[in-house]
C-alpha cells in the first residue's frame, strides 16, 4: 500500500471517528486507553467496525495514554504497556486495510497555566517513544486548544522522526484560537515548522467547522484536515450523548472537499455509521486545489474602540495624591439598613471608593455586583468589587464580567478566595477554574475587547485592576516576584492584607519601591483581644505583631476600651504607612462602620498633612 501522504496528492481519504464515544455508551466510565490491556477484543472491533464503514486511516486508542493523564488513575507506570498494546491491536484490526496512525491529544486544556510545559513534554516525549518503537504510519496530534503546546510538540516529533505528522487545533470559536489567532495563521505556521497535514478537530460540529475552513487558505505544502463533532453533546439521566444524524454527515461531506480538505474523519459523538457516510461521499475522489477565502485579521476584530468609564481610574488617582478607599462587606442577612446607613457615612468622610468582598471567608452574603450598583445609585459612592477565582466557573466569570461592565461598575480586585471548607458550606465545590494569574489576564482580555475564548465584545472593556499582596510570608522576595508576575499580566496597582507592623510596612516599602503600580496598604481595626488572637492564630495571610497583640489583651473584655484600643493602633499604623505608601486600605470589621469613618478621616487628614509636607521639602 502506498503511503498515506502518496495517497493524498490524488485523492481524498477518509479517517475513522470516535472511540472514547462507543466506549462510554457501552458504560464504559473509567480509564478509556487502559481498556487495550485489560479489554482489547472491544478495542479491536471498534477498530474493525471503522474498517468496515470505509476508513483509509485508523488511529490507536492512545489519546490521554500519557503520564500525567494515566497518574489520575493511578495508572502512570503502564504508558509503555498501554500504548504499545494499543499500536498491536490496532495494526491487527486494520488487516492491512488502513494506515495507522499513533494519537497524542493535547494537554493542556483552557487553563494553560495550570500544568508546566516542561512537565508537558517530558510526558510527551515518553508515549512518542513509545509509539514509534512499536511502529506506526505516522502520528497525529489531535484536540490541541493551547498554540503554544502544540508548536512544541511538533517540534519534537519532527526532531525524532521522519513518519508524516498530523497537527490540529481545536477552537472554541469559529474562525479563532482562543489566544485571538486566525485559523489560517496557525495552519501557516504549523505547517512552517513541518507538519505534513494541519487541520481542525473537535469542539465544533460541521456547520461551524466549515464555516472555521472558509477563512483559510489552502496549505501552500501541507494538506488539510477536519474532524467534526456530532454536534453538540446532549445531557440525559446523568449521561451525555449525542444525537448528531449521520445523514446529516453526509449532506456535509462536499462542503469539506470544497474547502480543500483531503483527509475527513470524526470526533466526539461520531460512529462507523458518520464515516460511512463521508465514505459513499468522497473516497477516492480528487481533491479541490483551490478556492475563495473570507479574509480574518488575526487578532478578533473589535466592533467599536469606545471605552465608557465614569471616573478616573484608582490607580491614577492614588498616584498624584493621597488616598482612602474602605471595605464595608455585603450583608450576610437581606436586611441592608445599617450597610447602606455605612456607606452613607462613609461617602460624607470623603472615601474614594468602597470595596466590597466576594462572598468573605467562603460564607455567602448578598451579590457584591447588586451591591455594587446600589451604593453608586443610591449614594454616588464608587464601588470597588472583589472578584474570585473560587465561586465560578469560566462561564460565570465571563457573565459576571460583562455583567459587572454593563452596570458601569469598572474597578475589580482580583482574588483567588478562600476554599469553600472554611465557610458556611464546607461540602460546597471551590471551582478554580482560572488562577488569579489567569483571571487578571481574562480581565486585560476583556479590555482589549475580546473575551477569554477570543470572542469579539463589540466594544473594548474600561476595567481597573487591581490585585492582592500577601507581605506575611517567609520570603517577602518571594511575594515580590509574584506581585511583578501579576503586574506583567495587567495588575494597574495592589492591595495588601492587614499590616499589624510597622517594621513589616518599612520592610514592604523597600521592597517594593521599584514596581511602577500604586500600593494600598490594608489596615483593619482590632475590636478586642480574642478578635486579635482569631486574626493572628486562624485566618490564612494575616499575621500581627507581639506587641499590638498583648496592647489588646491589657484592655482585657471591655468593649469600649477594645475598641479605643483597636482605633489608637490603627491611627499609628496609619501615620506610618502614610509616610510610606499614598493608598490607605481601611476594612471594616463586623459591620462596625463607625470605627472605619473615624479611621478615614484621619487618615485623609494625616496623609495629606504628610503629602504637604513632603511638597514643601521638595
Known sequence: MDSFLKRLEKEILIADGA???????????????????????????IHEAYVEAGADIIQTNTYAANYLKLERYGLEDQVKSINSAAVRIARKASAGKAHLLGTIGGIRGIRPSAISLGEIKRSFREQLYCLLLEGVDGILLETYDDFEELENMLRIVKKETDLPVI???????????????????????????????????????????????????????????????????????????????????????????????????????TTPEHIAAFADELKGKAPVTSKKTAQRKDRVIVTSTKVIRRERPLQEIVKERPSVIVELDSPRKLDTTRFFQGAEALKAAGVDALTLADNSLASPRICNKAIGHLVREKTGLRPLVHLTCRDRNLIGLQSHLMGLHTLGIHDLLTVTGDPARVGDFPGASSVFDVSSFQLIEMIQQFNEGYSYSGKDLGQKGAFSIAAAFNPHVRSLEKAVARMEKKQKCGADYFITQPVYSEKLLLEVYEATKMIDAPVYIGLMPLTSSRNAEFLHNEVPGIKISHDILEAMARVGNDPVRSKQEGIAITKSLIEAAAELFNGIYLITPFMNYEMSVELANYAREYSSLVSRRKQHVN
Open 167 to 269: 497537527a490540529q487545533i481545536s477552537l472554541q470559536e469559529v474562525g479563532f484560537m482562543d489566544n485571538g489567532l486566525s485559523v489560517e495563521t496557525a495552519f501557516n505556521r504549523l505547517e512552517d515548522l513541518g507538519a505534513d497535514i494541519v487541520g481542525l478537530n473537535c469542539r465544533l460540529g460541521p456547520h461551524h467547522m466549515i464555516a472555521s475552513l472558509e477563512s483559510a487558505e489552502i496549505p501552500k505544502r501541507a494538506y488539510l484536515s477536519a474532524y467534526p463533532n456530532a454536534g453538540l453533546p446532549a445531557y440525559t439521566d446523568g449521561r451525555f450523548h449525542y444525537e448528531g444524524n449521520p445523514e446529516y454527515f453526509r449532506k456535509s461531506a462536499y462542503s469539506f472537499r470544497e474547502q480543500g480538505v483531503r483527509l475527513l474523519g470524526g470526533c466526539c459523538g
Open 19 to 45: 472511540m472514547g464515544t462507543l466506549l462510554y455508551s457501552f458504560g464504559t466510565g473509567s480509564c478509556f486507553e487502559e481498556l487495550n490491556v485489560s479489554h482489547p477484543e472491544d478495542i479491536a472491533r
